[in-house]
C-alpha cells in the first residue's frame, strides 16, 4: 500500500492493527501489575533479622526502589492510555494517519510502535 495514495487503512487491516494493540495492552497491564505488586511489597524478602547496618542500607535501597517502581508505573500507564487511544482511533477509522501530515503512517512504524500518530516525516520536522 503506498503511503500518500490511500486515505485509510483497510477494515481488514485496521483489525490486525486492532489485535496487535490489544496484545499489547494485555501485555502490559499484565507488567503494570508486576510493578505495582514490586511497589507494594507483597513479597516480604526483607531483612527483619539482620543486622541494623544493613538494614539500613536495605531501607534506603526500598526507597529508591519504589521511586523507580512509582515512575516505572506511571510510564506503564501512559502507555496503556496511548494504546487505548489507538484502539480508538481504529474504531473510528482514523488510525495510522498522521496528525500533522494528513498523510497514512507506514504500516512498519506502526508495527512497532502501534499508537504512534505522527509520521517520520512529521517527527523529523519536529526536530
Known sequence: MAETSEQRYSDAELEEFRELIQAKID?????????KSAYLNDGTNGTDDTSPTFKSFEEGSATMSK??????????EKFIRDLKNAL?????????????TGKLINKERLKLVPHATLSIEAKNMQS
Do not use: F
Open 27 to 35: 501485555k502490559a497491564q499484565h507488567d503494570l501489575d508486576l510493578i
Open 67 to 76: 521511586e523507580a517502581n512509582s515512575a516505572l508505573a506511571i510510564r506503564q
Open 88 to 100: 480508538v482511533r481504529i474504531q473510528n477509522k482514523n488510525y495510522g494517519i498522521c496528525r500533522v
